[in-house]
């Protein structure tokens, strides 16, 4: 067989369709295998914790393969399997320190053991930009703390709250941020999932260009402390106009389309805002609340995007002056959209009712529902 450089080989490999079909590279002769390992190792997505046991006792049987590891991503399905033993949990905790080339990480676990908190103690991936877990309960929040104060280069993090997640100590208030240290993350660009872990980064460098929560804690404190409270500081880590403007979904039930006009005065330079629920709507989307959303739009210059979700179909008895009837529905919907279209000039899509619809680039700006 003629000798090819490397080079050709690899890129031979990453066209082939699936993994299974790269994988018979590394049969055909030593050349092709190690040319094709790189191109397998390089970006590992997991199912399930049984196939997350298999790699990671193959990584620790050839150390060396660790090395080419870019991107590790375990997400079983919820449900599907859990630890077996010891053995299997410590055997993902071995292979993680030798992926010294990591550039994202990503373990969700269902039966999550807090105790791979402990592994971050001692990780320190150099190239590590993009990263997301559980948030761990109290008693292991210092280590998870810790690992990201060494990681100051990420850019983008996801931190979710395990279904049932409690804390240690049921007397503790739900939001436990005040109280925690500071984390610094200068380069963060993008940031998804506990409203509460966010409040403790420290985004100096105003680079924060998406933001997307996906549990609001039903809370004590009053909605409007709890929307004050993420709206100030989502604005000390986004740049204001003329900057390229903000991201930002809220998917929680502690509050809905009530905090718009919060959102809106605090943070001018939202680009697209998402309101909705993240299992049901604490209340329908009343026709009063449209004016009032109205009433702010003024207030958002760079806004594109706007959806509001609600559990009022269009057949909603609520909804005034309709008498159930759908045409009606979708013409009083229009009218709302524009009008908003002339506070708003540059609103382009919207998601109201749970009907989708977009702005025609034609004189009058006319919307029409897309779905």
């Not at 080079?7 to 369709?17: D, K, T």
């Not at 993090?157 to 984390?183: A, E, H, K």
């Not at 034609?362 to 029409?368: C, D, F, L, Q, Y």
Request: hydrophobic letters at 40%; a positive charge.
């Amino acid at each position: 067989m003629p000798v090819f450089p490397a080079e050709i080989i690899q890129s031979i490999v990453e066209e082939l369709p699936t993994p299974f079909e790269q994988a018979k590279m590394c049969l055909v002769s030593t050349q092709c295998k190690a040319a094709a390992l790189p191109v397998l190792y390089r970006h590992v997505k997991l199912r399930s914790l049984k196939m997350t046991t298999r790699f990671c006792a193959t990584v620790n049987k050839f150390p060396a393969r660790g090395n080419y590891v870019r991107s590790f991503i375990v997400e079983p399905e919820a449900g599907a399997d859990k630890w077996g033993d010891l053995l299997e949990f410590t055997t993902l905790r071995r292979a993680l320190l030798l992926f010294s080339q990591l550039e994202h990480l990503h373990i969700w676990i269902p039966s999550y053991d807090d105790d791979l908190f402990h592994t971050f103690t001692t990780l320190t991936l150099p190239r590590l930009r993009r990263f997301a877990c559980h948030q761990p309960s109290f008693a292991y929040d210092n280590l998870l703390g810790d690992f990201l104060a060494r990681h100051t280069t990420l850019t983008e993090l996801c931190i979710i709250r395990p279904f049932g997640y409690q804390w240690d100590n049921p007397s503790r208030p739900t939001d436990m941020s005040m109280s925690l240290p500071m984390v610094p993350l200068p380069a963060l660009q993008s940031y998804s999932g506990s409203y509460s872990y966010f409040l403790r980064l420290v985004v100096r460098n105003r680079r924060l260009a998406h933001a997307s929560f996906w549990d609001i804690p039903q809370s004590s404190l009053d909605r409007n402390v709890l929307v004050h409270r993420l709206a100030n500081a989502l604005a000390q880590a986004s740049e204001p106009i003329p900057g390229p403007g903000l991201k930002l979904s809220i998917l929680g039930d502690a509050f809905g389309a009530e905090a718009i006009p919060i959102l809106a005065r605090v943070l001018p330079h939202l680009r697209t805002l998402e309101i909705g629920p993240f299992v049901n709507p604490p209340c329908r989307l009343h026709p009063t609340t449209l004016p009032i959303i109205s009433s702010v739009l003024k207030h958002l210059p760079l806004l594109t995007t706007l959806s509001v979700h609600s559990s009022a179909d269009l057949m909603d008895p609520m909804r005034a002056g309709t008498n159930g009837n759908r045409d009606e529905v979708v013409k009083q919907d229009a009218v709302v959209l524009t009008m908003w279209a002339k506070l708003c000039p540059s609103l382009v899509a919207s998601r109201l009712h749970n009907q989708h619809w977009q702005r025609l680039p034609v004189p009058g700006s006319p919307w029409v529902m897309v779905s």
